[in-house]
C-alpha cells in the first residue's frame, strides 16, 4: 500500500459489502454507511468534481464538522488525484478567506448553513466556487446536483505517486498567519502502516471520532481506523460526547488530556461527596489496584492474595467507573498536550490503558508513543 488511493481500494476490496463501517447520530436514530455505500459515495462524489473541472495537483477546501461526508470527501479527493485541504469548522470568514487564497483553491465544499454563510463571504472575489455538502443551502449549488463525469473519466485516471502531495493542513497561526503543510500520500501511509502494527486493532472495533479532521491527529488516526476496517461513529460537537458514549459504548476511543481529566476529577468528586462506605471502598480498591499495576509496570508480579483482592475491586468498583465510559473500551489514544501522570496511572488501574503520543503536523503528525506493554 502506497497511496490513499490504495487504502481505499483496500477499504472496499476487503471487508464486506454489507458491513456497517461509519455511523452518526441523525434525530432520534442512526444514519449508517455500509462499506457498499462508502464506495460509491465516494466514487459519486470523485465524479462530480471531475465534471466541476477538478484535476490532479488541483485545490479542493473542505470547511465542515465531523460527519461521514468529511472522509467521503477527502477519499474523493484522492481517487482524482485533487490535494484536499481542511479547514476548522469554527474559523471566521478571514481566516478562510487567508487560507483559500493562499493555497488556490479551486472548490470550496462547505456544510450547514451558517457556514455556508461564512464560505461565501470568504469566497467573494477569490473565484472559487462554493458547493454545498447538502443541498437546498441558500445561494448555494449542491454537491448532490452536480453533474456526473463518465465512467471512463474515472478509469482514465493516471496512477499516483507515493511522493504526490495528498493534503494541505493549516496551522493555527498562532505565531503569525496560518502555514500550510505539505503532507504526501507517503507521509499518510507510514503512519498509519507503522500505527496498526503496534496496536492491536481489528474490523471488531467500534470507534469514537470527535476530535477535528481538519487536525492531523483524528484524521490520521481514523486512517488506522479505515485501514482495520474498524466501525467509526462521528460526534459531529465535543459537547455530545458523554451521552453518546453511552449509546456508541466504543472499544477504542481517541481524545485529548481534557477530557480524561474531566472525568478523573468528576469520579473522585463523586466519590468525596458520597463519602462513609463507599468513599472507604473506592479508596481499597485503588490502593490495592496500585500495589497489582505498580508491580506490572516495573516487570514484577505482585503476590496472588493482591491479585485476588484486584480482581475483586475490577469486578465490584472499576467496572462501574468503565461502564459510565460505555463499559466496552479496550483502550484509549491521547494526544495533543501532555497527559498528567496521576490521571494515566488512575485510568489504568481501573482498566482503561491511554497510549499517549506525541507529534507535529509536519510529521504527519507521530513522532513518538508508547505501546500497551
Not at 74 to 102: E, K, M, N
Not at 253 to 268: A, D, G, L, N
Not at 292 to 300: F, L
Amino acid at each position: 500500500m502506497e497511496t490513499l488511493r490504495d487504502l481505499f481500494h483496500h477499504v472496499v476490496d476487503t471487508y464486506p459489502s454489507r458491513k456497517v463501517l461509519l455511523r452518526i447520530r441523525a434525530g432520534k436514530g442512526w444514519r449508517e454507511l455500509t462499506v457498499r455505500a462508502f464506495e460509491d459515495a465516494v466514487r459519486d462524489v470523485a465524479s462530480r468534481l471531475l465534471k466541476a473541472g477538478v484535476g490532479r495537483g488541483d485545490r479542493v477546501a473542505l470547511f465542515s464538522e465531523n460527519r461521514p461526508e468529511w472522509p467521503i470527501v477527502d477519499f474523493a479527493c484522492h481517487l482524482i488525484g485533487a490535494v484536499s485541504v481542511p479547514l476548522y469548522a469554527t474559523l471566521p470568514a478571514w481566516q478562510v478567506r487567508y487560507i483559500l487564497g493562499d493555497c488556490g483553491a479551486k472548490l470550496l465544499i462547505v456544510s450547514g448553513r451558517e457556514r455556508a454563510h461564512t464560505a461565501l463571504e470568504a469566497a467573494e472575489g477569490l473565484g472559487v466556487r462554493v458547493v454545498g455538502i447538502d443541498p437546498g443551502l441558500e445561494g448555494i449549488e449542491g454537491l448532490p446536483e452536480l453533474p456526473k463525469a463518465g465512467r471512463k473519466a474515472l478509469a482514465d485516471i493516471p496512477p499516483l505517486d507515493p511522493a504526490d502531495l495528498a493534503s494541505l493542513i493549516y496551522t493555527s497561526g498562532t505565531t503569525g498567519d496560518p502555514k500550510g503543510v505539505m503532507l504526501s500520500h507517503r507521509n499518510f501511509v507510514s503512519q498509519f502502516e507503522t500505527l496498526r502494527r503496534m496496536f492491536p486493532i481489528t474490523e471488531h472495533d467500534i470507534c469514537m471520532s470527535f476530535l477535528p479532521l481538519s487536525h492531523v491527529f483524528e484524521r490520521t488516526v481514523d486512517y488506522v481506523f479505515f485501514r482495520c476496517g474498524s466501525q467509526i461513529n462521528y460526534v459531529d460537537a465535543i459537547e455530545k460526547v458523554p451521552l453518546q458514549l453511552s449509546e456508541i459504548r466504543p472499544t477504542i476511543m481517541v481524545s485529548v488530556p481534557r477530557m480524561y481529566e474531566r472525568s478523573y476529577i468528576k469520579i473522585i468528586s463523586k466519590v468525596q461527596q458520597e463519602g462513609g462506605a463507599k468513599r472507604r471502598l473506592f479508596e481499597w480498591a485503588v490502593r490495592v489496584g496500585r500495589q497489582v499495576r505498580s508491580a506490572q509496570w516495573r516487570g514484577e508480579r505482585a503476590s496472588a492474595f493482591a491479585r485476588g483482592q484486584y480482581a475483586v475491586a475490577r469486578s465490584r468498583v472499576f467496572s462501574k467507573v468503565l461502564e459510565k465510559l460505555g463499559g466496552r473500551l479496550r483502550f484509549s489514544i491521547s494526544g495533543g498536550a501532555p497527559l498528567a501522570r496521576e490521571v494515566a496511572e488512575f485510568f489504568d488501574i481501573v482498566g482503561l490503558p491511554i497510549v499517549q503520543g506525541y507529534g507535529l503536523t509536519e510529521s504527519s503528525p507521530v513522532i513518538a508513543v508508547n505501546t500497551l506493554e
